[in-house]
């Protein structure tokens, strides 16, 4: 199942170019008070709503995904989990490229940790990036991105795809300089998730997606997971060792090589097996 969100938090299901809308299943939703959970309600209970979601799909009409504007996949994220030179060849070009380590240590992800971005970053495709300093080096960094669909702490590698939603396409968008990485790359609409989310059906082999990214048409990272330092079951296991996961949680699982600058005016393009394309657009913060 393709879920997406659009338009003023509309809920729909993806289908052959077209949203069929789904929004009335919301109303199942456990209802709660004060205080608020802090994961993603929708994402919690995907599976027992799946039915009453098809239902809804196949009586609804249909909207073509051209007309809508596409939000983050997934709303209300408690942790957005991000994996620093998970690519060998990305590792190297880091250490070489001055611009991009800036005189920063560059370690291998098993020292060096994961790192959180905040939730204020994340946008759908449908939005812009925005440049917030023109001034310095701004770069994409397209990555395969895990949704977490039930809660865990200490999870095994062996059982870690039992705790996954879905899939989503990502930008790690990143500005370059001194500062830690989670500053840097939690700049408002830095972390771009999207086109929707591919629930774990849709992708029979996660440990074997090819994936690409564009700017302008130009090729600049073509890569697989399978050469990921670390794979997606032990990199939920690494993370759920420190943090306890949630539904609706984010993976950004690392970047491959290619890293490049991008510009106000460019168009950033990424293609994911077995989940989608987006297509997001660069622009100067506060731009029209």
């Not at 370690?107 to 970053?121: D, N, Y």
């Amino acid at each position: 199942m393709l879920l997406c969100r659009f338009g003023s938090n509309q809920l729909g299901v993806v289908r052959d170019n077209n949203v069929y809308e789904v929004t009335e299943v919301l109303s199942d939703l456990p209802q709660y008070s004060y205080p608020f959970p802090t994961h993603d309600v929708l994402i919690a209970n995907l599976d027992s709503l799946r039915p009453r979601i098809q239902q809804l799909a196949s009586q609804s009409k249909p909207i073509p995904l051209s007309q809508i504007k596409l939000l983050a996949p997934v709303a209300n994220p408690g942790k957005i989990i991000a994996a620093p030179v998970n690519y060998l060849k990305h590792l190297e070009e880091a250490r070489t490229d001055s611009e991009i380590h800036h005189s920063n240590q560059v370690g291998e992800i098993q020292r060096v940790g994961l790192f959180l971005k905040a939730t204020s970053s994340l946008i759908g495709v449908s939005e812009p990036v925005q440049i917030a300093h023109p001034n310095r080096r701004n770069d994409h960094e397209a990555e395969v991105v895990v949704v977490i669909g039930k809660a865990g702490r200490n999870i095994s590698a062996k059982n870690a795809m039992e705790h996954v939603a879905g899939f989503c396409a990502g930008l790690d968008m990143t500005t370059r300089g001194p500062e830690e990485r989670s500053m840097r790359k939690s700049i408002d609409t830095y972390s771009v998730l999207g086109p929707w989310l591919a629930t774990a059906d849709e992708v029979p082999d996660s440990s074997i997606l090819n994936f690409r990214l564009t700017v302008n048409g130009e090729e600049r990272q073509k890569a697989n997971t399978k050469d990921l330092v670390i794979d997606i079951p032990h990199l939920i296991e690494f993370a759920s060792s420190f943090y306890t996961l949630h539904p609706g949680d984010l993976i950004y699982t690392g970047t491959p090589e290619g890293v490049g600058t991008v510009n106000p005016g460019d168009t950033i393009v990424m293609e994911l097996d077995n989940v989608g394309n987006i297509t997001v657009k660069v622009q100067a913060l506060g731009a029209a």
